[in-house]
């Protein structure tokens, strides 16, 4: 499996975004999909995922209500739509493939859980 992220950029506070993810490879629409993100000096942290086995999704607190995750399985690729964005938001964002299609949702914000990962979009929120 080969995932490609893109889509990051500069923009100001309050504006939008939207990541892609392109999956490649031996893919299964029904494995759990994530988004994950690094801001400098930082660890890497959850943000979203979208379960592909009953489409449940699932979001870091901090960002519910701003971003939406969403998949298209026809295109193999996930979406991370970010609104409102703020400089705390500045990271770069890595998407994530599991190889388990009913992740529970302690487990679904483990990045231990994701085999596979893209090589990161850098997204910087500034005025």
């Known amino acids: 499996v080969q995932l490609q992220a893109c889509g990051g950029g500069l923009v100001q506070p309050g504006g939008s975004l939207r990541l892609s993810c392109a999956a490649s490879?031996?893919?299964?629409?029904?494995?759990?999909m994530a988004w994950f993100r690094q801001a400098p000096g930082k660890e890497r942290e959850f943000v979203a995922a979208?379960?592909?086995?009953?489409?449940?999704?699932f979001y870091e607190t901090s960002v519910k209500g701003r971003f939406t995750i969403s998949r298209d399985n026809a295109r193999n690729t996930m979406y991370l739509q970010m609104n409102g964005l703020e400089p705390e938001d500045t990271a770069v964002y890595y998407c994530?493939?599991?190889?388990?299609?009913?992740?529970?949702?302690?487990?679904?914000?483990?990045?231990?859980?994701?085999?596979?990962w893209g090589q990161g979009t850098k997204v910087t929120v500034s005025s």
């Open positions: 994530a493939m599991s190889r388990n299609a009913h992740l529970i949702s302690s487990r679904i914000r483990d990045s231990n859980e994701y085999p596979y």
């Open positions: 490879g031996r893919t299964d629409s029904r494995h759990v």
């Open positions: 979208v379960r592909g086995s009953d489409n449940n999704k």
